[in-house]
């Protein structure tokens, strides 16, 4: 069951919705603020170490930048345990690493077989062609799945939908998160607003994860691995961006097949597959979750 918080800066009392609205602007900016200062650094320092010379034309490896990425998702994790203590003063199960190995292959799993059956829906109807190619790279789809994963699921669980939670309730909570997701996503290459509609129906596949553990892990793999399949498995678009791909397959649309359909150059979560796939998976968790009591929050 999800701990929200109820002591230090979340205490009841006078104007506690707009308390917890301001933790939530404050931890989401030095959360994102350390990640990037930990993970530049980090690059900066194997640049040093490895004796390279880094341009716009010529950039740092792709392992050091999956390490920095590492770096700095262990700074971000560590920097949200401390702020917790601290500013809400009390521990943080959200964060139990011993549940960290079961819950992250739960998400893994999930994650995978969610996106696998989206693609085989497309396949089957002959929306999207898929090819064999040679693998020639991995560390970059490693990177974005780990930054994307981390960041942005411990940011919008722990942070965004959990103080959104306490200020309002878990419905505008549920609601806030998945709008934002979608809004968030509206700038990136080929996007447009079904593809932000497809982003929202999802929305209830991390929270669901996050209300049925009580903590982020299966959360965090489920969103690595749904971008890792997408990206390198698959090599399709992952919301927009096409630089992770490099694994057996490639993916691209049918000919003549609307977007709609094939997810465009926005990628194949960006369909009506994943649209439906999408709001079954998202029902089904949420579903469990209430039917689990995970809709009444431990105030500790």
């Not at 943080?92 to 992250?104: F, I, K, T």
């Amino acid at each position: 069951m999800v701990v929200i918080g109820s002591a230090g800066v979340l205490a009841p009392g006078k104007w506690r919705w707009l308390r917890a609205l301001g933790w939530l602007v404050l931890l989401c900016v030095a959360i994102v603020i350390v990640f990037n200062l930990v993970a530049k650094a980090m690059l900066l320092l194997l640049v040093w170490a490895g004796g390279l010379q880094v341009t716009q034309t010529s950039p740092a490896p792709a392992a050091y930048r999956l390490v920095a990425a590492i770096a700095g998702s262990i700074a971000l994790v560590a920097t949200y345990w401390a702020a917790v203590r601290l500013g809400e003063r009390r521990t943080v199960p959200e964060l139990d690493l011993r549940r960290a190995p079961s819950d992250l292959l739960l998400g893994l799993g999930v994650g995978a077989a969610l996106l696998t059956t989206v693609i085989g829906v497309q396949w089957s109807f002959g929306w999207v062609i898929i090819e064999p190619r040679t693998v020639d790279r991995v560390a970059l789809a490693l990177r974005d799945s780990i930054r994307s994963g981390v960041l942005e699921e411990l940011v919008l669980r722990l942070v965004i939908f959990r103080m959104l939670w306490r200020a309002f309730g878990i419905w505008p909570a549920i609601a806030g998160a998945a709008l934002l997701f979608g809004a968030l996503h509206l700038a990136n290459p080929d996007s447009s607003p079904f593809a932000a509609a497809c982003l929202i129906a999802g929305e209830g596949i991390g929270i669901g994860l996050y209300l049925i553990t009580g903590r982020i892990w299966s959360a965090i793999g489920m969103h690595a691995a749904w971008n890792f399949t997408q990206g390198w498995i698959f090599g399709a678009a992952v919301s927009g961006i096409t630089e992770i791909a490099g694994g057996p397959l490639a993916l691209r649309p049918a000919p003549g097949v609307p977007a709609v359909l094939s997810g465009g150059g926005f990628g194949p979560e960006a369909s009506l597959a994943a649209l439906i796939v999408s709001l079954l998976a998202s029902g089904a968790l949420l579903f469990w979750a209430w039917r689990n009591g995970a809709f009444v929050a431990l105030d500790a």
